[in-house]
């Protein structure tokens, strides 16, 4: 099954509007996150190229992703991620074609494995095919009339990536910056990302 076309609800929230809050239900893409949209496309174009291999330097979701479908391609894959990386997630990193490099430094050892056997680094963050694997999320988000796309703190690279996708290539929104309500729980809020809930539309 290929990533994408997730569905997009209204939350329902005491107080607040029906459809004043959309969500984006990206756990529902293949392995579980919205990084399946960059490894999916990465991954199709090196096996296009006849690429020999690749590498990833992840903290869990990224890896997930590239071992699935570098595993669905044949294509080897070399998954550095550190240490302290949740023990379910490094459990989740698989296939037969997945080489997984634990290590410290694991941002550094997949730039001198890409440098030492001349293979692409898939770092989403670094990485320009990544940019057209989220094209499609911004195509999709830009389906509901008078969408907003709201981010706030730039603490995610791949939001910035996501972002990034929607104005390079073309799809329609615009960022507002709007104060974030919190949920009542540190963790949730800390998940969220951006302290809580937004106010307003949010897909």
Not at 26 to 43: C, I, M, V, W, Y
Not at 67 to 90: E, F, N, Q, R
Not at 160 to 184: C, Q
């Amino acid at each position: 099954m290929p990533p994408g076309n997730t569905p997009l609800i209204a939350a329902e929230l005491h107080g607040l509007s029906a459809g004043a809050i959309w969500l984006k239900r990206e756990d529902q893409n293949p392995t579980g996150s919205h990084k399946d949209r960059a490894a999916a496309f990465q991954l199709d174009k090196a096996k296009a190229a006849g690429t020999a291999g690749v590498v990833i330097s992840s903290s869990g979701n990224a890896a997930i992703a590239t071992a699935h479908y570098a595993s669905l391609h044949g294509i080897p894959a070399a998954v550095c991620v550190h240490p302290a990386t949740d023990p379910a997630k490094l459990a989740a990193i698989g296939g037969s074609f997945t080489t997984l490099v634990v290590t410290p430094r694991a941002i550094n050892s997949a730039k001198r494995i890409a440098r030492q056997f001349d293979v692409p680094n898939l770092r989403p963050s670094t990485s320009e095919d990544a940019l057209h694997g989220y094209r499609v999320l911004g195509e999709e988000l830009d389906v509901v009339p008078g969408s907003r796309v709201l981010l706030r703190g730039f603490n995610s690279p791949m939001m910035v990536a996501a972002w990034f996708a929607v104005m390079k290539l073309g799809a329609k929104g615009k960022v507002v910056e709007i104060e974030a309500v919190s949920t009542g729980s540190l963790g949730l809020d800390l998940a969220l990302g951006i302290g809580g809930l937004p106010r307003g539309r949010v897909i």
